[in-house]
């Protein structure tokens, strides 16, 4: 059986790529919710039924599990899925916990970039209050990244003036850690990393949540039965061809480390 994964858009292929790596051995679907992105900037009641048809969609098609490649589908709604389907359903959050105890010992603050929907969360927050650090954890919703990599624009110039005009207004020199905690950001970790100063580590939970999905197929005795095939859904109307698979084998070579080479991509449209 596949492993499922959704995401608003193309940003959960980040996190796809560090399954590869643990799983390689796994046939997967991944669904992009094109109709729909951003869902960041949309109303939380609107975005709650997005994800819930997306999950029916992919459900039909027979999974062993689903990854919710996407903080914010995660922050709204991974408990009522949880609750719907019997298949596990592995959500990503913001790594925020792991940049909290780096820059303790650095003295300095965190910086947790993702969508605004993320950030006014109840999860979001309840998460750093749990962590008791309210002092040094600062959130900055990034809406431009998301649009961006929709649009396929990797651009060094236009990335790095978006940020810089979006940061203008703070001083970068305060923070050790950068969190990425929407699943479209890892494309642009090298802009990020140009921005801010030497020495400042720039994380997402995408290799978390990797080594979650691992942990829980192991656990129920479920991994190896596939060849390493991706199957692409899109929920716009768009036309199915080999463009599209190219776009998508560039944004795997945007990633570190690519081993998308000895994976089969298939691409289809969600009905
Ligand atoms: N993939 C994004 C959602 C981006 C959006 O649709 O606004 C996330 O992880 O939160």
Redesign the pocket.
Known sequence: MKIGFF???I??MTVLHQAMKYLPNEDYIFYA?TL???????PKHE?REYIFQAADFIAQQGVKALVI???????IAVEDLRKKYDFPIIG?EPAVKPAIQSCEKKHKKVLVM?????LKEEKFCNLVNRLDHQDVVESMPM?GL?HLA?RFEFSEEVVESYLQESLAHLDLNQYGTVVL?????PYFEKNIRNIFPNGTDVISGSIGTAKNLKRILEANGQTNDGTGQITFYQSANLVEDESLLEKYRGLFRRLEEPNYKNNALNHKIAQ
């Open positions: 995401d608003s858009g940003g959960g919710d729909h992105v951003p869902y960041g900037e949309k975005v490649a996407c903080n914010t589908a995660t922050s990503i993702a969508t605004e929907l993320t809406p998301v929709e905690g929407c699943t479209h950001f």
